[in-house]
């Protein structure tokens, strides 16, 4: 046995190291890994000829990633900024050669349109992805929201003419049953979801103290 013996030129030999990029995800995120991973309908234990399921689960995870919907929408003929209904006002109706064969304004809310037939999970199981293993905080699930960019007149009056609706990137905090509404929250730019303190919000922004 022989004791180690670090040689003279230790230095220079580990700057002639050359060492390539880490694939390891280095990006800060205030969402959950598994709240990224889609619902996938198969068997864990992999049958002769399919594909395994991580295989199944990563390769929808890239192509629902490669999906927007607002290009979606775009690609149909759709504005997002003409889905919320507005206040009426006769005194500036558009001509009848701008309204492209709509005489009549928007005036019914998206609810009405809401479809839940074909949704993969309930609204319970969306926000259940927040919970990670092991811990009982309950982190945002990932989202978009057409909401107004002017967030303080958009609180006031949601229906006003001067607002913009796009679709944002949100953190869906919480889910009202009786109501059928969720509670969002804007990213940042940076993508996280922080309080006015640049704490995370977690449990929907409830605090030990209410």
Known sequence: ??????????????????????????SESDFPVQSFQPKVQMPFKRLPGQNPRKVEVERRRRLYLTFDIAELLTSKGIDSNQLMPRHY????????????????????????????????????????????????DRK??????????????????????????????????????????????KTDE???VRDEEGEPILNGGITPEG
């Open 89 to 136: 006002d006769p005194d500036n109706m558009p001509p009848i050669e701008k309204t492209k064969d709509s005489v009549f304004p928007i005036y019914l809310p998206l609810k009405v349109f809401d479809n839940d037939e074909f949704d993969c999970r309930t609204p319970e199981e969306w926000i259940s992805l927040g919970l990670e293993p092991g811990s009982s």
């Open 1 to 26: 046995v022989t004791q180690f013996k670090v040689p003279a030129n230790f230095k220079s030999l580990l700057d002639k190291q050359v060492v390539g990029p880490s694939t390891e995800d280095l």
């Open 140 to 185: 945002p699930v990932p989202g978009k929201a057409l909401l107004p960019t002017d967030d303080v007149l958009g609180h006031e009056d949601p229906k006003s003419q001067e607002l913009i609706y796009e679709w944002i990137d949100v953190g869906v905090l919480d889910y009202d049953k009786e109501t059928d509404l969720y509670l969002v929250h």
């Open 190 to 192: 940076k993508g996280l």
